[in-house]
Every structure is written in C-alpha cells, then in structure tokens.
C-alpha cells in the first residue's frame, strides 16, 4: 500500500512561512489534497489537486509537488492556522485513498 | 450549501454490526459531481479512508471501493429515496473504537478533488 509520511510537529513565529512536507514514492505524479483540522472539529480542505484553493480558503495557502515530496505553505501564518495538517492522495494501484499521519503546526 | 448529518449509536459490544447513517442536504446522492465515502480517525490509525459509493449517469451504474483493511466486513449503500447512505461494518472489536465521519468527494465525473464536505463525526466506541 502507498505510504505517505509526515513530521510529527512544525513550529513558526507569527508572520513567518510554514513548510509542511508530505513525502511518497514518486508523489510529484500524484494529485495531492491537504486538510487542516483543529480540535474537536472535522478536517477541512484547504489545498486540492496540488495547488488550487476551495472558496474561503485565503491566498496565503498554497501547495506544490516535485519528486517524492509535496509541500503545504503557508504565508503570513496567524495564530489560527495552529492545527494539525494532513496530505491525502489516491493509490491508483490498491484503488483506495490514503492520508499521511498528520502534522502538528504550532504557532509560536 | 451542502450539509452532512451523520446519525447511529456511539456504544458497541463486540462482535455487533456499526451501522451509521449519512444524510445528504443541498446535493443529491446520485450526483455524478461527488462521490460518498466514509472515514474514520483513532489515535492509533490516524485518519483511515473505509470506502465510497457513487453513480455514473452515463453507464447508469453505482460503483463502490472499500479499503483492503476492512473489505470483508464492511458495506456502504446510497439511499436515493431518503437521499442519504450509510456504513455497515460488521464483527466490530475495539480495535475499530473511532470517531466515524461521512464526507463528499468532489468530482467532475471523472477525477476526484479531495473531501469538500465533512459530517460533524460519530464517536463509536466498542466495549463489552
């Protein structure tokens, strides 16, 4: 089964830039999807196929893809991006979607 | 705007069936832009994709996948009456203890664009 693996935790000072990494086999050839979730509550979309936003996702999110890793940025990070951050893509070989384990970002 | 509502029992004994229920507003089971699924999140396994139903209009076809890790206990069945669709799993043990959440897959018929909706979670517990 397709692996994808995350750091457990990122922290960055208000402001800053934070780079999550999701890294795969060969993941620069797949569509990846992010999603923040924040306690107690469901996960969210913020990044999909790569690097298009869902409306109300604002401009500072953005994704990109190359090789075996693809990143979550963001801008300007607030203290209300503190949440855990997951990738997502499909493993065309099992026809099943698969998450990495989820980063934790905190906010200094 | 569209809503999930998820709705089934939060306490299980072993060896009994999960059965929850997803209720669709604001889109239509058998819409070819989405796909159903459903998902769950342990501490242990991390967000787990279970499995989706979805129709074709063009081949007039329901389709269903399920992950590998519970292909034999589990299936999911839309409702186009009640516009709705729900999760078996049977012979659950507490490994399968997690909070279950129903989720659309947008699509354009064929691609798929990620889980743009979410139900609000079912903490199910399985304890004797």
């Known amino acids: 089964s397709y692996v994808l693996t995350q750091s457990p935790s990122v922290s960055v000072a208000p402001g800053q830039t934070a780079r999550i990494p999701c890294g795969g086999n060969?993941?620069?050839?797949?569509?990846v999807h992010w999603y923040q979730q924040r306690p107690g509550q469901a996960p969210m979309l913020v990044v999909y196929d790569v690097n298009s936003r869902p409306s109300g996702i604002p401009a500072r999110f953005s994704g990109s893809n190359s090789g075996d890793m693809a990143t979550l940025t963001i801008h300007r990070v607030e203290a209300g991006d503190e949440a855990d951050y997951f990738c997502?893509?499909?493993?065309?070989?099992?026809?099943?979607?698969?998450f990495g384990g989820g980063t934790k970002l905190t906010v200094l | 705007q569209i809503q999930l509502q998820q709705s089934g029992p939060g306490l299980m004994k072993p060896s009994q069936t999960l059965s929850l229920t997803c209720a669709i507003s604001g889109d239509s089971v058998s819409s070819d832009s989405g796909a159903w699924n459903w998902i769950r999140q342990s501490p242990s396994r991390g967000l787990e994709w279970l499995g989706r139903t979805y129709y074709r209009s063009e081949r007039s076809e329901w389709f269903n996948d399920y992950a590998a890790s519970v292909r034999s206990r589990i299936t999911i069945t839309p409702d186009t009456s009640k516009n709705q669709f729900s999760l078996q799993l049977n012979s659950v043990t507490p490994e399968d203890t997690a909070v279950y959440y129903c989720?659309?897959?947008?699509?354009?018929?064929?691609?798929?664009?990620?889980?743009?909706?979410w139900g609000q979670g079912t903490l199910v517990t399985v304890s004797s």
């Open positions: 989720a659309r897959d947008l699509s354009d018929g064929y691609k798929f664009y990620g889980f743009d909706n």
């Open positions: 060969n993941i620069g050839s797949k569509s």
């Open positions: 997502q893509v499909w493993d065309n070989t099992h026809d099943h979607w698969v």
